[in-house]
Nanobody, 123 residues
Framework: VQLQASGGGLVQTGGSLRLSCAAS????????TAWFRQAPGKEREWVSCASSDGGHTCYADSVKGRFTISRDYDKNIVYLQMNSLKPEDTATYYC?????????????????WGQGTLVTVSS
């Protein structure tokens, strides 16, 4: 499966953005998906995940209550709705997928990676 992320940009503190991850080559029905992010000078960190059927979602404590992961199975797209953005959310965001139903929170568990999309939150 190939993943193409989009939707990043510059937003003020408190604003919102919706990231999209379009999948091609295979249906996302067979893949658990997640979003990771990497800020300059920092390690890549897990943000959110969803099971292949979308029935189970998970969030890092830092984004819980502000971010929502969702999937459009007809369009084969995964979204990350980001609200109440903070400067510390500034990072390049990556959508990822792994074969199988169960999501994971480690970088090494995902074999398919999209290119990143940059999110910058100004203070």
């Amino acid at each position: 499966v190939q993943l193409q992320a989009s939707g990043g940009g510059l937003v003020q503190t408190g604003g919102s953005l919706r990231l999209s991850c379009a999948a091609s080559g295979s249906s996302l029905n067979s893949y658990a998906t997640a979003w990771f992010r990497q800020a300059p000078g920092k390690e890549r960190e897990w943000v959110s995940c969803a099971s292949s059927d979308g029935g189970h979602t998970c969030y890092a404590d830092s984004v819980k209550g502000r971010f929502t992961i969702s999937r459009d199975y007809d369009k084969n797209i995964v979204y990350l709705q980001m609200n109440s953005l903070k400067p510390e959310d500034t990072a390049t965001y990556y959508c990822v997928a792994r074969t199988g139903p169960a999501p994971r929170t480690s970088v090494i568990d995902y074999e398919f990676w999209g290119q990143g999309t940059l999110v910058t939150v100004s203070s």
